[in-house]
């Protein structure tokens, strides 16, 4: 039974939500909402929560939280200086335009990155660096395929804004940071370091957003 899920909810969940982003036309609302039904509720559904002791925050240790907040300001210093050597071969002006369509406006933007900084970084930490890994827990697999779902699934959002090269250069960073997420997880057996670290890249992210919206 595990096996089989372990298998098909990663590949059908990323795969609806491809869809939906590249697919069909709706608010990020309505995004967000796929998402949390298929990141959070049917694994609640399929598991109960008792199977989570991934969400045990209050036994993580402090070396591995000091280990967290370290890597996580190295990757946001990372993303940061990505965009400015990229920022040449980034089509500012359609990424603008893509977010407009999706709702996000600089009216709305602060709120929206509380979301992605609290609650989005959160589903997603549950999804690939807590339930994935519980799936694949006798194999080599828990460290690998979860961090490549985690990559693939990111795909939907750079699809239409970078070209090939720069869309492989993005995907295999975030499987290597993948990687790194669940490493930083090994020593606690809980998800708040990756979740730390995970905010830390969404911060970095966020402020390429600021620049995108209010200054460019």
Sequence with gaps: MNKFIGSALPLISITILIWIE??????????????????????????????FSFLRLRQTDNKSMKIAIGSGLAIMGIIIGAFIILLPFID????????????????????????ILFCNSLL?????????????????LRFILPS??????????????FSPPLLMLAVTGLWIGG????????????????????MFADIGVLLV???MLYFY
């Design 22 to 51: 590249q697919g069909l036309e709706v608010a990020y609302l309505w995004k967000t909402m796929a998402k949390a039904i298929l990141f959070l509720v049917i694994p609640f559904i399929l598991f109960g929560k008792n199977g």
């Design 209 to 211: 957003g600021v620049y």
């Design 179 to 198: 990687i790194i997420f669940q490493l930083a997880n090994e020593r606690s057996q809980t998800i708040l370091p990756s979740w730390t670290i995970h």
């Design 92 to 115: 500012i002006d359609a990424l603008v335009i893509d977010l407009a369509d999706a709702g996000i406006t600089p009216t709305v933007f602060p709120f929206i990155a509380l979301y």
């Design 148 to 161: 490549l779902f985690f990559a693939i699934y990111h795909i939907a959002i750079f699809l239409p804004w």
């Design 124 to 140: 997603e930490e549950f999804f690939f660096r807590g339930l994935l890994p519980t799936l694949f827990v006798k194999s080599r």
